[in-house]
């Protein structure tokens, strides 16, 4: 059994930064495809970033440029990095992994996929303007 633990969610003003973190037990964070979502009030769960195995990774459009994710393989743990935050970033954020690294290779990892097998608990992140 994998548990994910988010962190580092609050509430900013548009402009700013937050840092999520993402702690992950068991053995397959390093070589597993890791996403991060977001969830806004009224709106459907949206996939923020994959990050692959070899370290890959895919953003959505809204986020290039301000959001980064990367990996610390030896913490277990993936961070968000988001800078330059506005409004429409509000939500709960949530990461999340696979049990079977095979069901989601990295071609699947960097597309849409988000039917993943593990899920953190999630973290708020509010942007005021």
């Known amino acids: 059994q994998v548990q994910l633990v988010e962190s580092g969610g609050g509430s900013v003003q548009a402009g700013g930064s937050l840092r999520l973190s993402c702690v992950a037990s068991?053995?397959?964070?390093?070589?597993?495809?890791m996403a991060w979502f977001r969830q806004a009030p009224g709106k459907e769960r949206e996939r923020v970033a994959g990050?692959?195995?070899?370290?890959?990774?895919r953003y959505v459009d809204s986020v290039k440029g301000r959001f980064t994710v990367s990996k610390d393989n030896a913490k277990y743990t993936l961070y968000l990095q988001m800078n330059n935050l506005t409004k429409e970033d509000t939500g709960m954020y949530y990461c999340?992994?696979?049990?079977?690294?095979?069901?989601?290779?990295?071609?699947?990892?960097?597309?849409?996929?988000?039917?993943?097998?593990?899920w953190g608990q999630g973290t708020q992140v509010t942007v005021d303007s």
């Open positions: 068991g053995d397959i964070f390093q070589r597993n495809c």
């Open positions: 999340a992994t696979n049990k079977d690294t095979r069901a989601v290779p990295k071609w699947r990892c960097l597309g849409d996929f988000d039917n993943f097998d593990y």
């Open positions: 990050i692959s195995g070899d370290g890959s990774i």
